[in-house]
């Protein structure tokens, strides 16, 4: 009788054992599939926008910034124009003349030529050169069209004007957009002080349109 309890006693131990062991061997199989889950889920869902990239470039394109304009590439060609200027500081004012195409007549000009003009003039005076505006009248017109300060009519202009040199440039139509020299010249000596040069692409000129009016309707061409 002694003898069957023991036996009974110690498959009793040996059940006990097996089944602490399974339950380990399971909880262990569980915390080990949590683990494999919590590492594998980032991969996929990196995965997963790797796969939405490329709907996302074409819908925002190659470059998510800011489109480049005339004023970028103005900007650049100042850069280079200000490393090699000479005699011009802030004590000497300067002028900005309407840039002209090369293969044109010098006393035309463009919207493309102005435009460059104008932003040359900004440019200017951020690195503190003084610019003179000779197209300021010295007075306000008012008329039913509007109020203006500026013209292109010499008579409304001061005869004499307060500048030593004057920066002025020539275009030339390129394959692959228009080339634009730039030069700064002394009045008196005619001397070249300072030059540039740099390339507006074509789709940057693309996107600076005219204005015409036909049967007083305003309307929008691209410029040359």
């Not at 309407?98 to 005076?125: A, W």
């Not at 500026?150 to 409304?156: P, T």
């Amino acid at each position: 009788m002694k003898a069957l309890l023991t036996s009974l006693l110690a498959l009793s131990v040996v059940g006990c054992a097996a089944m602490q062991e399974s339950y380990e061997s399971n909880a262990q199989t569980i915390h080990s599939s949590k683990v494999t889950r919590s590492i594998q889920s980032p991969l996929n869902t990196n995965q997963f926008f790797q796969a939405e990239a490329p709907d996302q470039k074409q819908m925002f394109g190659a470059h998510n910034g800011p489109k480049k304009n005339i004023n970028h590439y103005v900007r650049g060609m100042m850069q280079d124009l200000a490393s090699n200027l000479k005699y011009v500081n802030q004590n000497t004012p300067l002028a900005v003349a309407s840039f002209v195409f090369l293969d044109d007549k010098y006393d035309e000009g463009t919207l493309l030529g102005n435009q460059i003009s104008e932003s040359f003039m900004h440019e200017l005076y951020q690195y503190g050169i003084p610019v003179i505006d000779f197209k300021t009248t010295g007075y306000m017109r008012v008329t039913p069209k509007g109020d203006f300060v500026f013209s292109r009519d010499y008579l409304e202009l001061d005869e004499e004007q307060n500048f030593q040199y004057v920066m002025a440039g020539t275009l030339v139509n390129h394959k692959g957009g228009v080339l634009v020299n730039v030069r700064v010249v002394g009045l008196q000596s005619k001397a070249v002080v300072g030059s540039a040069q740099g390339l507006i692409p074509q789709t940057v000129l693309d996107a600076l349109g005219s204005s015409e009016r036909t049967d007083g309707i305003m309307l929008k061409s691209s410029a040359r």
